[in-house]
Nanobody, 113 residues
Framework: QVQLVESGGGLVQPGGSLRLSCAAS????????MGWYRQTPGKQRELVAS???????NYVDSVKGRFTISRDNAKNTVYLQMNNLKPEDTAVYYC???????WGQGTQVTVSS
């Protein structure tokens, strides 16, 4: 059974950095576009960044210039490098296989002094 497992969340001060990882089990990881979403209580999940099988990336305006999505197909892993974090980035972050949708379990990111 294919699974997505996120890691790398935690507590960080404003201005700090975190790198989230999402490891996929199973085959054919490289053919799928992948995305990172985030969700805060009472709000819908928001697509933060996405990457196609060919490496084309897209970002929501609020994270442009601060977050970088990347993938390592040899490791079946997609990453989200988050720099200059702000309190409003606090959320549960989820990775998702965009076609034939599959979600990870989420990882908490808290930005606070």
């Amino acid at each position: 059974q294919v699974q997505l497992v996120e890691s790398g969340g935690g507590l960080v001060q404003p201005g700090g950095s975190l790198r989230l990882s999402c490891a996929a089990s199973g085959r054919d990881f490289s053919i799928y576009s992948m995305g990172w979403y985030r969700q805060t209580p009472g709000k819908q999940r928001e697509l933060v960044a996405s990457i196609t099988s060919g490496g084309i990336t897209n970002y929501v305006d609020s994270v442009k210039g601060r977050f970088t999505i990347s993938r390592d197909n040899a490791k079946n892993t997609v990453y989200l490098q988050m720099n200059n974090l702000k309190p409003e980035d606090t959320a549960v972050y989820y990775c998702k296989r965009l076609a034939n949708p599959l979600w990870g379990q989420g990882t908490q990111v808290t930005v606070s002094s």
